[in-house]
Nanobody, 120 residues
C-alpha cells in the first residue's frame, strides 16, 4: 500500500529555518500533485504549498517569500524549506499526494503529520 512518511519537524526559535521531507513509497504509477498542509490548534487545515497537477506551485499568502517547496522525482520526495519562521507557523504539517497506483484512478493520500513548534 502507498505510504507517505514525513520527517524534519521539531522545535525551532522564531526566525530560524526548518526543512520538512515527505517520501512516498509503495506501488506508485504516477504522482500527479504533491504538497503540504498544516493545522494549528482550533483552526482549519489549510494549504501551505503544493505542486499542482500542472507542475506549477501554489503558496499560501502567509508563507510567500519565506517557504519554498521542492521535489526529487527520482525519490518520490517533496520538501518544504521554511525560513524566517514565526510563532504563528506552529502547527501540525501534513504531506498530501494525489497519485495513481497501477491500473487505478487518482486518489489522495495523507501523511501522519509532523509537529512544527516555533518559539518566541
Amino acid at each position: 500500500q502507498v505510504q507517505l512518511v514525513e520527517s524534519g519537524g521539531g522545535l525551532v526559535q522564531a526566525g530560524g529555518p526548518l526543512r520538512l521531507s515527505c517520501a512516498a513509497s509503495g506501488s506508485i504509477f504516477s504522482i500527479n500533485a504533491m504538497g503540504w498542509y498544516r493545522q494549528a490548534p482550533g483552526k482549519q487545515r489549510e494549504l501551505v504549498a503544493a505542486f499542482t497537477a500542472r507542475d506549477s506551485t501554489n503558496y499560501a499568502d502567509s508563507v510567500k517569500g519565506r517557504f519554498t517547496i521542492s521535489r526529487d522525482n527520482a525519490k518520490n520526495t517533496v520538501y518544504l524549506q521554511m525560513n524566517s519562521l514565526k510563532p504563528e507557523d506552529t502547527a501540525v504539517y501534513y504531506c498530501r499526494a494525489a497519485l495513481e497506483e497501477p491500473d487505478s484512478y487518482e486518489r489522495d493520500y495523507w501523511g501522519q503529520g509532523t509537529q512544527v513548534t516555533v518559539s518566541s
